[in-house]
C-alpha cells in the first residue's frame, strides 16, 4: 500500500498472504481420512483397513478435534474432502 501524501510504501495485513495452520496429522489418520472420503461408509473402510467401525470413528472424531484446534473446523465429510485438498492430501481427481 502506497501513501498518497508521501513516496513511502507501508505493508498492510491485506497485503500479506494468510498463513493456514495444518493440524499434525499421523499416518494412520491420513491413512482413514483417505479412504473415508473414497468410500461410502464407515464400515467399509473398517473393512479395507481391518479395524472396527468403532476405530473409524474414533480416528475421524480426533482429525475434526485437530483441525478444530488449528481454526479450520470441518463438522462435515464436505469440509473434510475441503481441508484435505487444501492440505494437498487428495486432489478432486483422486475422489
Keep these: 500500500m502506497r501513501c498518497s501524501a508521501s513516496s513511502r510504501t507501508y505493508v498492510t495485513s491485506s497485503d500479506r498472504p494468510a498463513v493456514v495452520?495444518?493440524?499434525?496429522?499421523?499416518?494412520?489418520?491420513?491413512e482413514?481420512?483417505?479412504?473415508?472420503?473414497?468410500?461410502?461408509?464407515k464400515s467399509?473402510?473398517?473393512?479395507?483397513?481391518?479395524?472396527t467401525e468403532s476405530t473409524v470413528s474414533t480416528h475421524l472424531m480426533r482429525i475434526r478435534r485437530k483441525y478444530d484446534d488449528v481454526g479450520r473446523p470441518a463438522s462435515t465429510?464436505?469440509?473434510?474432502?475441503?481441508?484435505a485438498v487444501q492440505d494437498g492430501l487428495i486432489s478432486l481427481d483422486e475422489l
Design 32 to 41: 482413514v481420512l483417505l479412504e473415508w472420503l473414497r468410500s461410502d461408509s
Design 77 to 83: 465429510k464436505a469440509a473434510l474432502v475441503a481441508r
Design 44 to 51: 467399509a473402510v473398517a473393512t479395507r483397513l481391518y479395524v
Design 21 to 30: 495452520r495444518r493440524p499434525s496429522l499421523s499416518s494412520r489418520e491420513i
